[in-house]
């Protein structure tokens, strides 16, 4: 699957096309950017939009606010985000356990 050229003299690699993620990830483990260089193009200005968010007010006892902001110090985060993934890593679990969600 590796195929060859010659250009300026040298013989330069070219990427091959892959069936699948995990056959692109064994690839790359494997072989240098630097052997392909030549396959790559300039990118235009990338743009990275961050999903739109809205405000949610959850009232919780000032007790169990303390432990979450503890628990988010421990973890380097602020304790909102702490929630945020939290709240985000249940609600996954429950999609994948409940059919009736998945399409919302």
């Not at 072989?31 to 743009?47: G, L």
Request: proline share 3%; glycine share 2%; hydrophobic share 40%.
């Amino acid at each position: 699957m590796n195929v060859q050229y010659i250009k300026k003299g040298k013989k330069m690699k070219k990427i091959p096309q892959f069936n699948s993620d995990a056959e692109c990830a064994e690839f790359w483990d494997n072989n240098s950017i630097v052997d392909y260089i030549d396959e790559f193009e300039k990118a235009d200005d990338i743009v990275f939009e961050k999903p739109q968010k809205q405000v949610v007010t959850l009232r919780l006892e000032r007790e169990f606010i303390q432990k979450l902001k503890a628990m988010a110090h421990h973890k380097g985060l602020p304790y909102s985000s702490l929630i945020r993934m939290w709240l985000v890593e249940k609600a996954n679990e429950e999609v994948k356990t409940r059919k009736q969600f998945e399409k919302v």
